[in-house]
C-alpha cells in the first residue's frame, strides 16, 4: 500500500497529493487567535467536510468548485479507514489566488470595532446609526491578503486586490478581481437567504478561489462552515448586541476569559462546542449527522 504523507498542513487541515488530485483532510484540531489548541473536537473534520459537501453541491449552479468525492472509496487504500472516514475531501488541484475572499453581511466583530472608530469598514463608508449586529443594507466585500502561517492576514481594498493579481497575470488582474468580488457576493447571498430560511443567519464568511487548467475562476478550500463564516442562531437575533454564535466563538470567549489556560480547554467547553457545529450541520442541512 503506498504512504501518504501531507505536503501542506494548515492549523486545521493536511493537504495530500494524489497526483492528479489532491486530499484534503480536515482534522479534529481547533485553532484560535492563531493558536492551535491543545484539545481536539471530536468529529469537527467530518462535520466540516460534510457541510462544505452540501454547500458545493447547492452552489454549482452559480460557480465550479474542486470538490471530486467524499467517498474514502474513491481514494488510494491509505485513506480508506476510519481516521478519514467522513473527513477527507478529494479534490481537483487549482492554482490558487492569493485573495481572501470575505463578505459582510451584517456589522460585527473587527468590522464593527472599525465603523465605530471612523464610520467605515476596510475603507467603506456605511450609512450613520448602525448598531452592532446590524444586517447592512448590501453585502460589502473587504478582502485580504493571505498570510503565512502565524501572520496575521491584512485586509486590502478592492484595488489592491487587482493590483495584487495583475502582478501576478498581467493583463487578468482587473478580470479575476472582478470574478472573485462577483462570486463572492453571489455565492454569499444565496447561501444567506437559504440559511435564514432554517433558522440561521450568516453574518459573514470567507471565500478561497483558484483557477482551474483552462484558466477558469473555480471555488477551492472549504465552504460556509463553522470555521471559515460567523453563523448566529435568528431566534433570538436582535441588533444592538453581540449575538450568541455556532462557531469559535464560544472558545473564544473562554480563552480570553481565561488567560492563564495555556491554551488547554475543559471538556465542557470542548462538549458545547461539539454541540454547536452539530446543531448548525443539522440545521442547514435537515439531516441528522451521524
Not at 470567507?206 to 487548467?213: A, V
Request: aromatic fraction near 12%; glycine fraction near 6%; charge should be negative.
Amino acid at each position: 500500500m503506498q504512504e501518504f504523507k501531507p505536503f501542506k498542513e494548515g492549523k486545521v487541515r493536511e493537504v495530500y497529493d494524489n497526483g492528479d488530485s489532491l486530499i484534503i483532510v480536515a482534522t479534529d484540531r481547533i485553532s484560535a487567535f492563531d493558536h492551535i489548541l491543545k484539545n481536539k473536537i471530536t468529529d469537527k473534520g467530518a462535520i466540516l467536510t460534510q457541510m462544505s459537501k452540501f454547500w458545493f453541491d447547492y452552489t454549482k449552479d452559480i460557480l465550479k468548485n474542486h470538490m471530486l468525492s467524499v467517498d474514502v472509496k474513491d481514494m488510494p487504500e491509505f485513506f480508506q479507514n476510519e481516521k478519514y472516514d467522513g473527513n477527507s475531501m478529494m479534490c481537483k488541484k487549482l492554482e490558487m489566488l492569493p485573495i481572501e475572499c470575505i463578505v459582510r453581511g451584517y456589522i460585527t466583530g473587527s468590522g464593527w470595532e472599525s465603523y465605530k472608530k471612523t464610520g467605515k469598514v476596510c475603507g467603506i463608508e456605511l450609512p450613520e446609526g448602525l448598531k452592532e449586529s446590524d444586517k447592512l443594507p448590501e453585502p460589502i466585500y473587504t478582502p485580504s491578503t493571505k498570510a503565512e502561517l502565524g501572520d496575521h492576514d491584512e485586509n486590502i481594498s478592492f484595488e489592491q486586490s487587482v493590483e495584487v493579481l495583475e502582478k501576478l497575470y498581467p493583463g487578468k488582474g482587473r478580470d479575476y478581481a472582478t470574478q472573485i468580488k462577483d462570486c463572492t457576493i453571489n455565492l454569499y447571498k444565496k447561501c444567506a437567504e437559504y440559511a435564514l430560511s432554517k433558522g440561521i443567519i450568516i453574518a459573514d464568511t470567507k471565500f478561497e478561489f483558484g483557477l482551474d487548467e483552462e484558466g477558469n475562476v473555480v471555488i477551492g478550500d472549504e465552504m460556509l462552515t463553522p470555521d471559515s463564516s460567523r453563523f448566529w442562531p435568528l431566534e433570538g437575533y436582535e441588533a444592538g448586541k453581540s449575538q450568541p454564535s455556532y462557531d469559535k466563538q464560544f472558545v473564544r470567549d473562554w480563552l480570553k476569559a481565561n488567560p492563564d489556560s495555556d491554551y488547554l480547554l475543559p471538556d465542557d467547553v470542548i462538549d458545547k462546542t461539539i454541540a454547536k457545529y452539530k446543531e448548525a450541520f443539522e440545521l442547514l442541512t435537515g439531516k441528522a449527522f451521524n
